[in-house]
């Protein structure tokens, strides 16, 4: 570094990300391979209860062994992933269309609609996060649904200040003054010029944020205010598993496994998203 | 004075945050399901009796009535009655926001040296060797769960070790630090990565800086460049950091403490939930929400004074 003579804030080439995000793939496309599949891999059924087996640590017959009333842990863990799955899909898509949409309209039009928007977004973002979805899900009932509102009512703010930014330096671009000019109505102009410039971001945005959606998902289940038993969802599975963690810990480790992966895939890609953003590449 | 300007304008949002804060803690509890009324009278309550506590709490009232009189409380000082232990919620949060605090500021100084010293390790070559294992050990990190890391750590080194309690807040400094040292270590764990990455950010900034350049073409060496000129300037976004720490580890500390049992506002929190005492939950919210903001207005008010260049 002694010679160069600006430090790039530069990332690491092509070749190096490339790799990563090839790996950040297989691990999401297996994990929804093993979801789909669930049905026809898992040896057991998920809930079936079998009290002459219970607490049996992993063996030939049971991988991941079985939890306090006998249930295959594997079966579970495959059968929760579904669950989770889904959970980070659902939990991300309401926010991030309801985001981008105010986003658009709050910094391509301003005045009143950004006043408000901003204002939201400061209150917003006052209350800690997870404070918030936590008090809007035990007001509202414990449940996958309430959770996934309280996401969207607390997270799309994130979204819209993301594209709004973007929208207003894409505002004044010479080829939106252009189709301006041309006479093209403003929803055209949202629509086909400043949402394809915008998106970018927002996708790489949107794909970190479902590590902290499925992180959010699982700890609410463990704390009894997401998915609810005898369903099964890792961040459930783990909360049944932490009473008997000293004589089974096989119940717990393997659903927090589960999540690390499937996070670590959205994680990784998210990341990999972002650098070629960084370095003007549209995704 | 442009500092004082400042000060006053800061202090004219805080007024308007402060007010929409109180807004949507009165509209949460108004979302619960049934009727506030009937919560409060008990399950077997008379009709008799539930209307007469509607009145006596004025729930009768309509809505913007109802709010003046929520924030009159606040303003007094009173942010509620506790259902279930039929006490002020400001008494609640006295009793239990101890451990909590205890355990920021144990995780603060936990988390704060591995921080700063892996940032200066990855800004220092970005994209090198070093860099990149540290960007890539933080985005693992960051995908733990931390009550899974949290019973999985109290299994092995609490259980199977025997070196440190699992549960509990102990007696005494001492025993405050060692009851709280798993829970500590799990929030920061998970906080380590969020923060060396914005700092990492932070420095490399100051690496394209244009100070930076006039540095080294006054013939500075690249040592001198990095310790005398951009580490100071990485103070800032240090102190900026902790503002952003605050809503992470109040969050952060809402789960380890379940996972952990210490009897503070994350347990105090999540048992009210469980519970249904709804003007528990609007009190924490409100304390937590304030709590951020007063930080986050004390580290920009902070960054300002420190630096003159700084108007926001």
Known sequence: MADTPAPAIAAPSVRTVTPVMLVALSILGGWLVLALAAPVIAPYDPDAIDILNMLSPPSAAHWFGTDQVGRDVFSRVLFASRVDLLLCVAGVLPPLVIGTTIGLLSGYFGGLVDTVFMRIYDLTVAFPFFVLVLAIVGVLGPGLLNFILALTLVGWVSYARLVRAQVLTIRESEYIQAARCLGYPPAAILAHHVLPNAIGPVIAYAVSDAVLVMLAGASFGFLGMGAQPPLAEWGVMIADGQAFVQQAWWICLFPGLAAISLGLGFALLGDGLGQLQRRGVTA | ?312
Request: charged content about 10%; aromatic content about 10%.
């Open chain 2, 1 to 312: 004075m442009p500092l004082l300007q400042l000060l006053v304008r800061r202090l004219l949002q805080l007024i308007g945050v402060l007010a929409g804060i109180s807004l949507v803690t009165f509209l949460l509890v108004h979302m619960a399901p049934g009727d506030p009324a009937r919560l409060l009278a008990g399950e077997r309550a008379s009709a008799e009796t539930v209307a007469a506590i509607r009145s006596q709490y004025g729930l009768d009232l309509p809505l913007w009535r109802q709010f003046l009189t929520y924030l009159a409380n606040l303003l007094s000082g009173d942010i509620g009655l506790s259902l279930r232990f039929q006490r002020p919620v400001i008494q609640l949060i006295e009793q239990f926001m101890w451990p909590t605090l205890f355990l920021t500021a144990y995780v603060l100084c936990l988390a704060i040296p591995p921080t700063v010293a892996l940032a200066i390790l990855g800004a220092r070559r970005p994209g090198g060797i070093a860099d990149q294992i540290i960007r890539l050990v933080g985005i693992a990190g960051l995908t733990i769960p931390v009550f899974w890391l949290g019973i999985m750590m109290s299994r092995f080194f609490g259980v199977s070790l025997g070196w440190f309690p699992v549960s509990g807040y102990g007696v005494g400094f001492t025993g405050h630090l060692h009851h709280l040292f798993l829970p500590a270590v799990s929030t920061a764990i998970w906080l380590v990565p969020v923060l060396t990455q914005s700092l990492r950010a932070a420095l490399i900034e100051k690496t394209a800086a244009d100070f930076v350049t006039a540095a080294r073409a006054q013939g500075a060496t690249e040592r001198q460049i990095f310790w005398q000129t951009m580490l100071p300037n990485a103070v800032l976004p240090t102190l900026n950091l902790l503002g952003v720490m605050v809503a992470f580890m109040i969050g952060g500390a809402v789960i380890v403490e379940t996972v952990y049992a210490v009897p503070g506002l994350g347990t105090l929190m999540v048992n009210a939930l469980l519970g249904r005492d709804y003007y528990v939950v609007q009190g924490l919210t409100l304390v937590f929400a304030v709590s951020t903001v007063l930080i986050t207005l004390t580290v920009d008010l902070l960054t300002a004074f420190i630096d003159p260049r700084v108007r926001l």
